[in-house]
């Protein structure tokens, strides 16, 4: 039971109190988590209504359906889990897990963009109750499990042991490249040209055929509700589902490689990691890389970044380019992060406080590969500090069971 007789306590439970009521008394307000950051945004109601109206109404992506489709949807997929089954393609236990029962219509919603101007919305369309959500998980993990991109990095990790100590060839400098709203930009046949191109690297006994076949379904059954009206999605791949990051991921992965072909030069280091890629390219070729990339398919398009002060920020790395041209790498807090972390204070369990610290540290230490002992420390103090008033001077020693990453 919470300690009410806890100072922090008694002003947490009474803040809490206050802005529910005050939220309550004024609907015109809402309340809602950026994409990114950690943060809060306080929006008028009708600010995000008219964005989120704006957004569904995109006739090249959208397109209203008088009625509630679930239904159908639901049967189906239901249609296609039977097929397979019948097939003998999986067993009956898979079969029952893939049946959908009760599917509810998605609902969109919108996340502002808090690190951009006149705060854009990301929309978000939650597929967990969704009549094909179970087949999609299926068939992506199939995809996922069987085609390999040359491209990828798994993570911020990864990427550091990637890329540290590589040598650059003289006048190479660092870009990356972000893909402009990927999944709803992705055209649904290169989906599917590009799983008959690959089809010899998937593994699975369902033949090609009844595969498309599930693919295209899926990808045609994204649909949602908003403000109580049906809106079905004509193209690209929906937010929410699980086949999208896989089947996206296979589309960028050809389009980044007729990219590259047309490019008259190495490209000697590559990185994706989702929609952002990071690449050292000869200093003066980077709008010639961005056109490139960018004629290969009209509704992908790409943002470039160049290095500045031969710093580059990836993921939540800086990459530095040395004056001899090696590369090493920082731990790098985007300007939109919240800094926030579970406090101290709070009556959550001692070993979740510990683990989230223990996370932070090891994060931070593993990155950092350009910077001494002393100087990690007093990073990870400062940040450990925001929202634990805690007044403790750092220690220059190195935490516990923790080599230090440059060694």
Not at 178 to 185: G, Q
Not at 247 to 276: C, G, H, N, W
Not at 350 to 372: D, E, P
């Amino acid at each position: 039971m919470v300690d009410t007789r806890d100072s922090t306590t008694k002003f947490c439970v009474a803040a809490t109190s206050t802005t529910k009521k005050y939220l309550r008394e004024h609907p015109e307000i809402c309340v809602l988590s950026a994409d990114k950051g950690n943060r809060t945004v306080v929006m008028m109601r009708e600010d995000y209504d008219q964005k989120m109206r704006t957004f569904v109404n995109d006739d090249t992506t959208y397109e209203r359906v008088r009625s509630d489709p679930t239904t159908r949807y639901q049967n189906g997929n239901n249609s296609l889990v039977k097929r397979l089954k019948d097939l003998k393609l999986i067993d009956h236990r898979t079969a029952k897990e893939l049946t959908t029962h009760n599917a509810i219509c998605p609902r969109i919603y919108g996340q502002p963009k808090a690190h951009k101007q006149n705060l854009p919305l990301r929309p978000v369309i939650p597929n967990v109750t969704a009549p094909t959500y179970k087949l999609a998980k299926y068939v992506a993990n199939i995809l996922q499990s069987s085609i390999h991109s040359p491209y990828n990095t798994a993570s911020s990790f990864e990427f550091c042991d990637e890329v540290n100590n590589i040598t650059l060839p003289e006048g190479y400098v660092m870009i990356s490249l972000d893909v402009t709203s990927l999944f709803t930009n992705v055209p649904r046949h290169l989906v599917t040209k590009n799983i008959i191109h690959r089809w010899k690297e998937v593994d699975t006994r369902i033949n090609l055929d009844l595969f498309l076949e599930i693919v295209e379904y899926c990808m045609e059954a994204s649909y949602f509700c908003f403000e109580g009206q049906y809106y079905k999605q004509t193209f690209g791949t929906a937010m929410g589902s699980p086949l999208s990051p896989t089947a996206a991921d296979i589309v960028l992965d050809a389009v980044i490689a007729q990219a590259m072909r047309s490019l008259p030069f190495e490209i000697t280091i590559f990185r994706k990691y989702v929609d952002d890629i990071f690449m050292a390219i000869p200093r003066n070729t980077e709008q010639q890389v961005l056109q490139a990339f960018n004629n290969v398919e009209p509704r992908i398009q790409f943002t470039i970044e160049v290095e500045k002060d031969q710093k580059l920020a990836f993921l939540d790395v800086t990459v530095i380019r040395n004056p001899d041209q090696t590369l090493t790498t920082e731990w790098y807090a985007k300007p939109i992060a919240s800094g926030r972390m579970l406090n101290y204070k709070s009556h959550h369990q001692l070993k979740h406080k510990m683990n989230v610290a223990k996370n932070f540290i090891h994060r931070v230490w593993y990155l950092t590969r350009n910077k001494s002992t002393e100087e990690i420390v007093n990073i990870i103090h400062r940040h450990l500090q925001l929202g634990n008033n805690n007044k403790t001077e750092p220690s220059s020693q190195m935490p516990p069971h923790t080599s230090q990453a440059s060694s």
